[in-house]
């Protein structure tokens, strides 16, 4: 499975992105598929994940302003960013696994990454 993130960009504070994740190869229904991030300076950290049914779950601290869905026939992954904040600012990269978890080492594949800069 190969992975292709997009639709970072420059945001004011309060404002919306909407991320994408395409996929290419033929069972990426099979997968769950995972968002991470990571800010300037920090390590990577979990935002959301989401199984090949449709089940979620966010991190904690994003839950709410934050959506996770999926399009099993368009082979795509989405993140609904809404109310963003300047320490929303991160690489946000997709990752592809074999169960729904906040574990990065159980992902299997990952994408390059796309830059969401908020600005306050």
């Known amino acids: 499975v190969q992975l292709q993130a997009s639709g970072g960009g420059l945001v004011q504070a309060g404002g919306s992105l909407r991320l994408s994740c395409a996929a290419s190869g033929r069972t990426f229904s099979s997968y769950a598929m995972g968002w991470f991030r990571q800010p300037p300076g920090k390590g990577r950290e979990f935002v959301a994940a989401i199984s090949w049914s449709g089940g979620s779950t966010y991190s904690p601290d994003l839950k709410g302003r934050f959506t996770i869905s999926r399009e099993n026939a368009k082979k795509t992954m989405y993140l609904q960013m809404n109310s963003l904040k300047p320490e929303d600012t991160a690489v946000y990269s997709c990752?592809?696994?074999?169960?729904?978890?906040?574990?990065?080492?159980?992902?299997?594949?990952w994408g390059q990454g796309t830059l969401v800069t908020v600005s306050s």
């Open positions: 990752a592809a696994g074999p169960k729904i978890t906040s574990d990065e080492y159980a992902y299997d594949y």
